[in-house]
């Protein structure tokens, strides 16, 4: 017999040693925790005396608790794992977790910008060649913000007007290469001309004044910002991948092209967009425009 609180700690050690990211311990270790306080309230002290009803109960207090449909599912899915883990290891008879359901996620409909919404937020940003530069990046290649956040110099390949951009695996992405077109790359030289600090030890593309790499939260903030002033409502940085995905869609690039340029597993990803477009009759074509 084993108590919870160690069972929990020999869990996220075990996470640790099977590479998860810093990001995904704290989120298991914190669904976890939460559980635990759960099943302490129902006087449940050993792993063995888990039952299935106390899991349904947990899920049942967060729907209670007004959590969204895809924050319960994000910690049904933490709670499966944690107890497939203690049954792996002897600790339980049985999976009982595999008997857990998640709560059904209604689809949200993707915010896509439309070009008259993203050109605004380009003319709002336009004196300051960082932010331009960033807001083009996202726009133009589809790379999510903590990609951003992570491009280095060494990153870049720009040969005049064409080159690419590696993007290195990163969690459940693999490694990708992603073509930059001219409107990128001119954004990304103009920053790098007239603005960005000329230090040496600075790796990263982005970075402050200091030679600090711009954490996510500073990027976030600073676009935000620019939809304020750009008169774009209810539009969130994500968005400008959504719009990357839905208006090359349109446009007739293949759907195989945009799932490998933006870094989806799954087909299927990109082929719900489909839902929210109206595509292009012409012959598919892999070579992405310009927004």
């Known amino acids: 017999m084993i108590k919870l609180e160690i069972a929990h700690k020999k869990f996220i050690d075990h996470l640790q040693t099977e590479g998860k990211s810093q990001a995904t311990l704290i989120a298991y270790n914190k669904d976890i925790e939460q559980l635990i306080g759960h099943l302490g309230n129902k006087g449940v002290d050993l792993v ?6 106390h899991l349904e109960e947990f899920m049942k207090n967060l729907a209670d608790m007004e959590y969204t449909p895809k924050s319960i599912s994000r910690k049904t899915n933490a709670t499966r794992t944690f107890i497939k883990y203690l049954s792996i290891e002897g600790h339980m008879p049985k999976n009982i977790g595999e008997e ?9 409909e993707p915010r896509i910008l439309s070009k ?7 003319d709002a940003a336009k004196n300051d060649s960082r932010s331009y530069a960033m807001i083009e990046v996202l726009l133009q290649t589809g790379v999510t913000i903590s990609e951003l956040a992570g491009i280095k110099l060494a990153d870049l390949d720009i040969k005049g007007e064409t080159g690419s951009m590696f993007i290195p695996k990163r969690n459940n992405k693999e490694s990708r290469n992603i073509p930059l077109n001219k409107a990128v790359i001119e954004a990304i030289t103009k920053y790098r001309t007239e603005e960005r600090p000329n230090i040496a030890k600075a790796e990263n593309l982005f970075i402050t004044k200091t030679g600090n790499a711009l954490l996510v939260r500073n990027i976030r903030s600073t676009i935000n910002r620019y939809f304020k002033l750009a008169g774009v409502a209810k539009a969130k940085v994500n968005d400008l991948r959504h719009t990357f995905v839905a208006h090359h869609l349109t ?3 293949s759907i195989l092209q945009l799932s490998k340029i933006s870094g989806h597993k799954r087909i299927s990803t990109i082929e719900r967009y489909l839902n929210y477009i109206e595509k292009s009759n012409e012959p598919e074509k892999n070579d992405l425009g310009i927004l």
């Open 251 to 253: 446009a007739g690039v």
């Open 116 to 122: 008259m919404e993203y050109r605004a937020l380009r």
């Open 48 to 53: 063995s005396d888990i039952n299935l009803k």
């Open 100 to 108: 857990l359901k998640h709560p059904k996620l209604q689809e949200k």
